[in-house]
C-alpha cells in the first residue's frame, strides 16, 4: 500500500515536497519513483531513484526537482523547486517490488497546481 502526501496550489517559482510512504510491502523494494498527468495528457515520468541510489529525471524537471528515499522508512521524496504552471498535474509514486517477479505498485495521486 502507497499513501502519497504533499500535493496542493501554489505560485509559480514555489516549492512543494511530495512524500509517499509504502507499507505492508511484501518482498523487496527495488527502484522507486514519481510520475505525473496532466489532463489530456499520457503519464509520465517525473524521477526514479534506484535501490542503491541512483537517479533519473524528466529533462523537463531537471536541476528543480530533487528525489531522495528512505530505505529504512520505505519512503521516496520529490522536492519541487521553481515550480512551473507546466508542471500542474497529478503526481503518482511508484515502488517497484520483487517477489517472485516484478511488480509495480502505485499510490493513489495526488494534485499539483501551479498558477501562473
Known amino acids: 500500500q502507497l499513501q502519497a502526501s504533499g500535493g496542493g496550489l501554489v505560485q509559480a517559482g514555489g516549492s512543494l515536497r511530495l512524500s509517499c510512504a509504502a507499507s505492508?510491502?511484501?518482498?523487496?523494494?527495488?527502484?522507486m519513483g514519481w510520475y505525473r498527468q496532466a489532463p489530456g495528457k499520457q503519464r509520465e515520468l517525473v524521477a526514479t531513484?534506484?535501490?542503491?541510489?541512483?537517479?533519473k529525471y524528466a529533462d523537463s524537471v531537471k536541476g528543480r526537482f530533487t528525489i531522495s528515499r528512505d530505505n529504512a522508512k520505505n519512503t521516496v521524496s520529490l522536492q519541487m523547486n521553481s515550480l512551473k504552471p507546466e508542471d500542474t498535474a497529478v503526481y503518482y509514486c511508484?515502488?517497484?517490488?520483487?517477489?517472485?517477479?516484478?511488480?509495480?505498485?502505485w499510490g493513489q495521486g495526488t494534485q499539483v497546481t501551479v498558477s501562473s
Open positions: 505492508r510491502i511484501i518482498g523487496t523494494i527495488n527502484a
Open positions: 511508484r515502488v517497484d517490488t520483487y517477489y517472485v517477479k516484478i511488480n509495480q505498485n
Open positions: 531513484i534506484s535501490s542503491g541510489g541512483s537517479t
